[in-house]
């Protein structure tokens, strides 16, 4: 069952920036390994960024040095900054905890001029 919501998606320009957020259900404490995905249309769900329960962060390649994962420090959310947006960052973005224990709906980014 969803335990996340996310939200923060929407259109933006190519080179732009977009801060996702997650809110988690009320049980779950967010200092436990969290992570964002995305899926793009007609690709797999992949891990863009994670933190882990020691705040180290891990990214993906194709994100890394544009995007940020950051614990807030009221509500128990997570955040994801992303910056210098590129088309091929468009995808329905999701967060989660590993292993996964529910899917939300995702927010959807769109990079497009």
């Known amino acids: 069952q969803v335990q996340f919501v996310e939200s923060g998606g929407g259109l933006v320009q190519p080179g732009g920036s977009l801060t996702l957020s997650c809110a988690p259900s009320?049980?779950?404490?967010?200092?436990?390994?969290m992570a964002w995905y995305r899926q793009a249309p007609g690709n797999p769900r992949e891990l863009v960024a994670a933190i882990t329960r020691a705040d180290t962060t891990h990214y993906d390649d194709s994100v890394k040095g544009r995007f940020a994962i950051s614990r807030g420090n009221a509500a128990n959310m997570v955040y994801l900054q992303m910056n210098s947006l590129k088309v091929e960052d468009t995808a329905v973005y999701y967060c989660?905890?590993?292993?996964?224990?529910?899917w939300g709906k995702g927010t959807l980014v769109t990079v497009s001029s």
């Open positions: 989660n905890t590993s292993p996964a224990i529910g």
């Open positions: 009320g049980s779950i404490n967010t200092s436990r390994y």
